[in-house]
Each structure stands twice: as structure tokens, then as C-alpha cells.
């Protein structure tokens, strides 16, 4: 009796059948499943396809109305909440108020009582100097004070926040290649790179000597990755090269440059190695 080859198993119904392996999943499928297969990943992109339009429409409606924005619909949010807080606070201060100044005036009216009574004694016995005047005056100055603010009362300044602070931070950074012309001094140009082709990483500026030439131009700056010097370009060159470059230049040295901090922290983590 001959004897059946053994056939792989389709990973969807588990039959030993003809199979065919999606490259995608590495999974095999019987050419039934395979149909299977390629819709359900049909479908995902439909589902892609989706997104992207939904997206478009995102993109269209902000740039017609930049409120829409998330970042913008962010600091509503945070003004929203932070003038609830204040309003919550003061009303609260508020309430705590008005409960004493039933009791303020009750006592200010009979301070004002006793008062009035001097004053009037004084009067009729017409026996005052400027002392006493004096002495009325406070009286009065007195009442007024603890009349606005009472004696058991206080207001004062707290240290800690009631609402938080934000910021938003826009990156310096240049995205695009800018030039930079230097003149080259006897002690050079006043800066040290690093990286290149040898380390797999591209050439970057790793320090600006203070006061030094590029220092004072005030231009180039540490992390700016070196494309070109003089016209030759040092993307993807060893390290000594582009060192040779700038050594052999004469006179005004043109530099590209491009700021890119993303490479910059790998190349930091890279010099901590
Ligand atoms: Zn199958
Ligand atoms: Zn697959």
C-alpha cells in the first residue's frame, strides 16, 4: 500500500493539506484558509484605510480652525478648572466671612455706643484738651479698623499654589542645515567634534570652546551634526577626514550644519559609554 506523504498542518483548521506559508505571519494555511487569511488582512486595511480618511478630515478641520487643536482644547481645559478652583476658594472664604459678621457689627455697634456717650459727655462738660481729642480720634480710627478687619480675622498670602502653573515649550532647535562661517584663528576655530563613520554614528560638534573662534561667533552649537566642510561633505565619513578637513582650511572655513537633539542624547549616551 503506498503510503500518503505527510502534509503540514493548516494552523487554521489543523488538517494535514496542501499548504501555503503567509509570509507576513509565517503561518500556514490549506488554500480554503489562505482565502480566509487574506481577507481578514484585506479588512485590516480597510480598517487603515479608514483611519487615514478620518484623520484627513482631522487635518482639514484644524487647519481650517486651529481652536480644534488638542494642545489649545488642553489649556481651555486648564483655564475651565482653574477658575473653578479660584471660584470654589472664594466662595468658601466668603461664606466663612459673612458667618462672623453678624457678631462684628453687633460688637462694633456697641463700641460706636460707648463712643457717642463720651463724645457727648465731653461736649456738655466742655472740658477737653488735645489729648482727649486725641484720645477720640484713635477711638473712632479704631473701630473703623477692626470694623474691616476684625481682631479674630486674618488674610494672608499662602505659600502653596491653588492652581498649577503651566507651560508650553517650544524646542529651539533648528531643524534645518545652516551655514556657518568662521574665521580661522591661530589657536583654530574654537571647537571639537566627535563621531564618524568608524562608530557607526555621523559627525557631530561635541564642544565649543568658551571664547574660542566658534564661541564667539555664537552661531554653532554643541550637538549640531557636521554635513559639510568647505564644500565637501563629511556625512558618512571617518572621523580623521572630516579632523583633516577642517585642519587643512584656510582663511574662512564654511560649515553645515544641522541641530538634531534626538541624535544629540544618543550621542551623548554614546560619549558616556
Ligand atoms: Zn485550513
Ligand atoms: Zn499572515
Keep these: 500500500m503506498a503510503t ?38 484585506s479588512g485590516e486595511l480597510n480598517e487603515i484605510e479608514i483611519n487615514r480618511d478620518l484623520f484627513r478630515q482631522t487635518l482639514t478641520e484644524q487647519a481650517h480652525d486651529p481652536t480644534k487643536r488638542i494642545l489649545i482644547k488642553k489649556i481651555n481645559k486648564w483655564e475651565e478648572d482653574s477658575i473653578k ?23 462694633t455697634e456697641l463700641n460706636l455706643a460707648k463712643l457717642t456717650d463720651q463724645l457727648k459727655q465731653t461736649r456738655q462738660e466742655n472740658d477737653f484738651n488735645e489729648i482727649d481729642l486725641n484720645h477720640l480720634k484713635r477711638m473712632l480710627t479704631q473701630l473703623a479698623k477692626r470694623l ?17 502653573r503651566i507651560s508650553i515649550v517650544l524646542s529651539s532647535g533648528h ?20 563621531g564618524g563613520r568608524e562608530e557607526n554614528s555621523p559627525i557631530y560638534i561635541s564642544h565649543i570652546i568658551p571664547y574660542g573662534v566658534a564661541w564667539k561667533h555664537g552661531e554653532l552649537k ?4 557636521l554635513l559639510s566642510v568647505n564644500g565637501v561633505s563629511v556625512e558618512n565619513e571617518y572621523h580623521e577626514t572630516a579632523v583633516c578637513l577642517v585642519k587643512q582650511a584656510q582663511d574662512i572655513v564654511k560649515l ?18
Design 175 to 194: 531643524t534645518n542645515p545652516r551655514v556657518i562661517e568662521l574665521r580661522k584663528a591661530a589657536e583654530g576655530l574654537g571647537f571639537r567634534i566627535a
Design 148 to 164: 474691616d478687619m476684625p481682631p479674630n480675622l486674618s488674610m494672608k498670602e499662602d505659600s502653596v499654589a491653588l492652581i498649577h
Design 256 to 273: 553645515v550644519v544641522q541641530y538634531s537633539p534626538q541624535d544629540l542624547n544618543e550621542m551623548e549616551n554614546h560619549f558616556d559609554q
Design 222 to 225: 554643541k550637538g549640531d551634526q
Design 85 to 107: 478652583t479660584i471660584h470654589k476658594a472664594a466662595h468658601e472664604y466668603r461664606q466663612l466671612l459673612l458667618q462672623t459678621t453678624a457678631e462684628n457689627i453687633t460688637e
Design 4 to 41: 500518503v506523504p505527510s502534509k503540514a498542518r493548516c494552523s487554521t483548521c489543523d488538517k494535514e493539506k496542501n499548504t501555503v506559508r503567509c509570509e507576513g505571519c509565517l503561518k500556514l494555511f490549506c488554500y480554503n484558509h489562505l482565502t480566509d487569511h487574506r481577507q481578514e488582512l
